[in-house]
């Protein structure tokens, strides 16, 4: 049982405590829930590992180019001997205890802001003890970023687990620049409103000087929210607060396109591509879903509609098979456990009713694949379908983009990810319309060539344009350009 709430309050300590010698102090400090790095015991081997994607990629270059160090969780109670560097970088973990990670990370963090911020999909729960030891893990990542930045330095602070972390920080260290971005989608005022810590999670982000989003949407309804429930005034772009100037704006994320590239074009990959379609049957068309097994992602809607098109005739088992990747994720979370048993029901009762011998309509897997592994994925893929009730960005829609180097392969893709703001070419849907979605698929399959190759060169040419790497240093120009 955890300990009564008012014994794990820590309190703050005053200002000119900050111990770390000065010279050791970084003028680049990135906070993020997790670390770079993770533990993983696979293939008989025990040890860290950089954590896969293109953000920890581009993170870590702008701290290689800054003099900089990153403050994360390890992402594991047990380990607590998370390595003290990585790629030339300075890494600082800041751990949990099991009860903490319990009402911090599942609790506060993800059964009360993840649905919140996705358009409550699920009702999200409000407890009292989650709030305060959210409130005490950020102070704890706070104190540690006052620690190891240098005078007049800069903190980027990462997404919705550490919204109070600005406001906490100015306390501590007035001197710094701090930014803060949020990667998942900032919800209407009607939704914010339902928080009961609403003001207090206000004045945490208002901490910041530079406040980004995915999308402009997302950054209007965060502004107009502070003017309603803070004292700030201004504009969705700059807000006035406290006697200081908030930047606040869009800063769409994207992904590593030049490594995505080189990966779609090495023979050894794109030879992959191919055994993976034989494998597969040599089917006429393979669609293709990935996502983190997430109640968010419209999975089961998408195999619904699916269904319905072998149901209908519009696909057939013998020509047609979908690829459905769910990697596994916050998997002591009752409501993704639930998720994936669903799921994994109505795949099976797909396959029982619309298979064939050796032959199931959707090839379902559970498992973390190698990035190497998806690019052939998306190579091999004709449709990909992405289909989120709402994301803030969907990165998986921009990497199967970025894969077709022809200029096939067609997205059907949902209006309430972030990424259809600049993926016009893609088949738009609305995720809660099966029809919609079944429409969206039929149209993708018949798409003549000359279109398939209009809308994919009309997405890659928007990704190209900014890169992961473009991305971090246009946060990191715009908060220098803060303040001044
Ligand atoms: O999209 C938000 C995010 O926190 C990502 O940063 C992360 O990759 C994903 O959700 C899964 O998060 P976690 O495993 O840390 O709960």
Not at 309 to 316: E, H, V
Request: hydrophobic fraction near 40%; charge should be neutral.
């Amino acid at each position: 049982m955890s300990k009564p709430v008012a014994n794990r309050v820590r309190p703050v300590p005053a200002q000119g405590l900050i111990s770390n010698r000065e010279s050791e102090r970084a003028d680049l400090v990135v906070v993020a829930n997790r670390l770079p790095v993770q533990h993983s015991s696979s293939n008989g081997s025990e040890g860290w590992r950089p954590s896969p994607g293109g953000l920890v990629s581009a993170l870590t270059a702008v701290l290689q180019s800054r003099n900089g160090l990153w403050i994360g969780w390890s992402g594991t109670s047990e380990h607590q001997d998370a390595p003290l560097t990585f790629e030339g970088i300075r890494l600082k973990a800041v751990n949990f205890s099991k009860a903490e990670f319990d009402d911090f990370y599942l609790g506060f963090s993800n059964a009360t802001l993840w649905p919140l911020y996705h358009d409550a999909i699920r009702a999200p729960t409000f407890h009292r003890a989650w709030w305060q030891t959210y409130s005490n893990i950020n102070m704890r990542y706070a104190i540690a970023a006052a620690e190891s930045v240098a005078p007049g330095g800069s903190v980027w602070i990462h997404d919705y687990q550490l919204q109070l972390v600005p406001q906490m920080l100015r306390q501590l260290r007035p001197d710094v620049r701090i930014g803060f971005f949020l990667h998942i989608p900032f919800p209407p005022i009607e939704l914010f409103m339902q928080l009961p810590w609403r003001r207090e999670i206000l004045a945490g982000l208002l901490g910041s000087d530079l406040i980004g989003f995915q999308v402009r949407q997302a950054a209007s309804n965060f502004s107009r929210m502070a003017r309603r429930q803070s004292s700030a005034t201004g504009t969705d772009s700059s807000l006035d607060f406290h006697g200081r100037v908030i930047r606040v704006g869009a800063f769409p994320i994207s992904v590593d396109c030049e490594q995505i590239v080189a990966l779609a074009n090495d023979p050894t990959i794109r030879a992959r591509a191919r055994e993976i379609r034989k494998d597969l049957g040599d089917p006429e068309l393979v669609l293709l879903g990935v996502d983190r097994l997430d109640y968010t992602k419209g999975i089961q809607q998408r195999i619904k509609a699916v269904s319905e098109l072998f149901q209908d005739g519009s696909l057939s088992a013998d020509k047609h098979i979908m690829v459905q990747v769910a990697v596994p994720s916050r998997e002591t979370d009752a409501h993704y456990d639930l998720e994936r048993h669903s799921l994994e029901q109505i795949v099976s009762e797909v396959n029982g009713e619309h298979g064939l011998v050796g032959r199931p309509t959707i090839n379902y897997l559970h498992q973390n694949l190698p990035f190497e592994e998806l690019v052939a994925l998306y190579l091999a893929a004709d449709i990909m379908i992405v289909t989120p009730f709402r994301d803030g960005m969907n990165l998986v829609a921009k990497e199967y983009v970025m894969c077709r180097t022809d200029l096939t392969g067609r997205l059907v893709l949902s209006e309430f990810a972030g990424a259809a703001a600049e993926l016009g070419g893609a088949f738009m849907v609305n995720p809660h319309d099966l029809e919609g979605i079944k429409e969206a698929i039929r149209l993708a399959i018949i798409v003549g060539p000359k279109e398939e190759k209009d809308r994919m060169s009309r997405m890659r040419r928007k990704i190209v344009r900014r890169n992961v790497y473009d991305w971090a240093e246009s946060f990191l120009a715009a908060l220098q350009q803060t303040g001044s």
